[in-house]
């Protein structure tokens, strides 16, 4: 990161580094000039994990078998939906 410049135009007030000033006018402008991390891969394995620590617990805990389908298959659709949601985003839709 730069050391910093004054913004008169944004924040007279204020040092800011180049990169946040940078961010802030693709931000103000709507610009993109770099691609941002795909959120719904991160989300889709995060759920993954989840959903398989989720699972061992119900499993250890001695639930009946259709309170652990029923947890597990609500738990797997609202996931999807989050990363549905999130690909859409990511893809303008």
């Known amino acids: 990161m730069s050391r910093g410049r004054l913004s ?3 924040f007279p007030h ?6 946040i000033l940078c961010f802030y006018a693709e931000v103000a402008t709507g610009r ?8 719904w891969k991160l989300l889709a394995a995060i759920f993954a994990v989840f959903w398989m620590i989720f699972a061992a617990i119900l499993i250890v805990s001695e639930f009946p078998f259709y309170v652990i389908s029923i947890a597990l298959t609500t738990i797997a659709m609202l996931s999807l939906l989050v990363i549905a ?9």
Not at 33 to 38: S, V, Y
Request: hydrophobic share 40%; charged share 25%; net charge negative.
């Open 8 to 10: 008169p135009i944004y």
């Open 14 to 19: 204020l040092i800011i580094p180049d990169d």
């Open 32 to 39: 993109e000039t770099m691609r941002g991390r795909q959120s």
């Open 85 to 93: 949601l999130a690909w859409a985003y990511t893809h303008d839709f």
